[in-house]
């Protein structure tokens, strides 16, 4: 595949205004505001601990079908997946290497471990 060249700066000011023109003109949406991450993180653990805990297996439920559309999550028309489902792919790869980490705590005849171990278990995963 041949390497694109790079846009002139005269050719991304063209663009840019087009795109502000095509927007005045409701042609294409406006661009949506930044979000901001950590707030956004903060919000969702606020609401995840205030949650009803009454229906305890509900939540497993839910928990699970938010997870699969989440890893449904693509970008544009190239169906690249995001970093949104990558993230969630990450939480379930974890929870499997947990159960794993567990199940070799127990093999050992131990019911206590280190958190540090538990960490070296699957910080691969964390970092991938």
């Known amino acids: ?36 991450r950590k707030r956004f993180i903060e919000e969702a653990r606020k609401e995840w601990d205030s ?12 928990l699970m079908e938010a997870i699969s559309y989440m890893l449904l999550h693509t970008e544009g028309m190239s169906r690249r997946a995001s ?3 990558v993230g969630a792919a990450k939480v ?9 980490f ?5 093999e050992r005849g131990e019911s206590e471990y280190k958190i540090i171990e538990q960490y070296e ?6 970092d991938a």
């Open 83 to 85: 970093p949104e489902a």
């Open 102 to 106: 567990t199940e070799m705590v127990r």
């Open 1 to 36: 595949m041949a390497k694109r060249k790079k846009l002139t700066n005269r050719e991304k000011q063209y663009h840019a205004q087009l795109k502000k023109e095509m927007q005045e003109k409701g042609v294409i949406p406006p661009d949506k505001p930044r979000l901001n």
């Open 121 to 126: 278990y699957i910080k691969d995963i964390l």
């Open 51 to 62: 949650r009803d805990m009454e229906n305890y297996l509900l939540w497993n439920t839910y």
């Open 92 to 100: 379930l790869k974890l929870a499997v290497r947990l159960q794993k």
